[in-house]
């Protein structure tokens, strides 16, 4: 079942409020999303960390809805 | 998580210096990302094991819990768990991934 770029922008922002974020719907079929996300949140953190907080702030949606999302984390420079 | 999946689990950790859990085979992948991580891989000459998630349902959803991680691929070297297909190419891109191999001295036979 497809998923709105909103949404997932939604659901990122309320766990992570100062994230800069950029998603692209890579085939455009609400399906394979490539995101890129930047907050202070993941300082100091390694990167599978970073993306294990990103999945949790999708609320389980990763793997199941969501069937591609690929991630690039990143702090503020 | 029943018990003994999860000492399942391990013992494949355990045993295989670089373990990769995946939807299908290294000769025949059933998903572009687990043949992504294959291919790096080989790419890099890396001897390693896998296991088909496809034909054990409860590795394939015990692997998610016991590394907390939604999706396959999952590669773990020396029982770390290095990441899924997008870090496994991004370290494959910046040179990290060989660098990480070589700090665990794995093998690595690139052609």
Redo the contacts between chains.
Sequence with gaps: MPMLAKDIEKLILESFPDAKIKIDDLRGDGDHYAAYIETKAFIGLN??KQ??MV?KALK?K???ELH?L???TSVPK | MEDSIKVKITDLIDKNEVMLFMKGTPNMPQCG?SAAVVGILNHLGVEFNSTNVLQDDNIREGI?EFS????IPQLYVKKE???????IR?MHENGELIQLLNEKNIEINQS
């Design positions: 990167r599978v993306h294990q999945y389980g990763m793997g199941n591609a690929a991630l690039n | 990302f998610k907390d991680w939604p999706t768990f290095v990441g899924g297909c997008d870090i991004e």
